[in-house]
């Protein structure tokens, strides 16, 4: 499945962005989404992933963005969002969204994941 991130943009510390992940194709439902970020000299990290539905409804997170990042599906939209709240400086990069059906234990690892669309860029003044 492609994914493509759109929904980035320059915001204070403590400001908020929505994120959203939209796919073309009809499949969207069968994959679990993940978001990565990756930051200018560092590798993509994981950020959060959801499950396909049918297979639960669990979301995991990274720590350090827990309590402030929620990800959430609308299955008939094929469109994912990462809601992000009380941003901070070092959340600033590229994030990136993309699909996996991996077993849901290795959502975090990118290589996991097969298609990476085009990131949007989140920007984060201190």
């Known amino acids: 499945v492609q994914l493509q991130a759109s929904g980035g943009g320059l915001v204070q510390a403590g400001g908020s962005l929505r994120l959203s992940c939209a796919s073309s194709?009809?499949?969207?439902?069968?994959?679990?989404v993940g978001w990565f970020r990756q930051a200018p000299g560092t590798d993509r990290e994981f950020v959060a992933a959801?499950?396909?539905?049918?297979?639960?409804?669990?979301?995991r997170y990274t720590d350090s963005v827990k309590g402030r990042f929620t990800i959430s599906r609308d299955n008939a939209k094929n469109t994912a969002y990462l809601q992000m709240n009380n941003l901070k400086p070092e959340d600033t990069a590229v994030y990136y969204c993309?699909?996996?059906?991996?077993?849901?234990?290795?959502?975090?690892?990118?290589?996991?994941?097969?298609?990476w669309g085009q990131g949007t860029q989140v920007t984060v003044s201190s």
């Open positions: 959801i499950m396909r539905p049918g297979t639960g409804t669990s979301t």
């Open positions: 993309a699909g996996t059906q991996i077993v849901w234990a290795y959502v975090d690892d990118k290589q996991r994941y097969a298609s």
């Open positions: 194709g009809r499949t969207f439902r069968n994959f679990h």
